[in-house]
């Protein structure tokens, strides 16, 4: 999920910072413009020329997000498999943004080397969110461990009957009552 979501914000990132002009999508579709169009302008780093200054929105967009995965992914390779999402979602949008502008894609004859390039330029692109995806899993994961109530020294509950568990269990196992689950 937080996979489709850095592609959802990156791609209205890139769209807004591009000035992103609408293209003709199909009436049901025309409403998630801003996804396609952002996948194919996020897509489109590699191909054609470009500026300085969109060199820099390309690379901040995919920063941002990264900072969106990396939260909800563990450190490592949990993080790497997170990019590796968002590189397969980015190039199905962008995928779907070009068959729907050029319906004769399917039927061309380099249609499989297209496609192939189209989903590995997405996977390269997508590492460019590591550098930032990697320190925020590293910080969430720390917070986490910090929010972590500490380890009790020992377990033990009592009963009214004087029976004596190391553990905490709900019942007693002598005299049936009802136990308080505090730990110690």
């Keep these: 999920m937080s996979s489709l979501l850095a592609v959802i914000i990156g791609s209205i990132i890139i769209v807004i910072l591009l000035g992103g002009i609408q293209e003709t999508y199909p009436e049901p579709i025309n409403h998630i413009w801003f996804l396609l169009d ?63 502008l050029n319906p004769e894609f399917w039927s061309s004859a380099s249609r499989n080397f297209d496609l192939l390039s189209q989903f590995a330029t ?10 930032s995806a990697i320190p925020m899993a590293i910080l969430a994961e720390r917070l986490g461990r910090q929010a972590e109530p500490p380890i009790p020294l020992k377990i033990e509950t ?10 905490n269990p709900l019942i007693c196992s002598e005299c049936g009552r009802t ?6």
């Excluded at 990396?70 to 068959?99: C, D, E, K, Q, Y």
């Design 38 to 100: 952002g996948s194919t302008a996020l897509q489109s780093a590699l191909f054609g020329p470009i500026t300085l200054t969109q060199i820099i929105l390309y690379i901040a967009s995919w920063l941002i997000i990264g900072v969106i995965i990396g939260p909800f992914s563990r450190p490592g390779w949990n993080t790497v498999r997170s990019m590796l999402w968002v590189g397969l979602i980015h190039a199905f949008f962008a995928l779907i943004s070009l068959l729907l």
């Design 122 to 131: 997405s996977l390269i692109l997508a590492t460019l969110s590591l550098p």
């Design 158 to 167: 009592i009963c009214e009957c004087g029976a004596v568990f190391k553990s």
């Design 179 to 184: 136990l308080n689950t505090e730990v110690d």
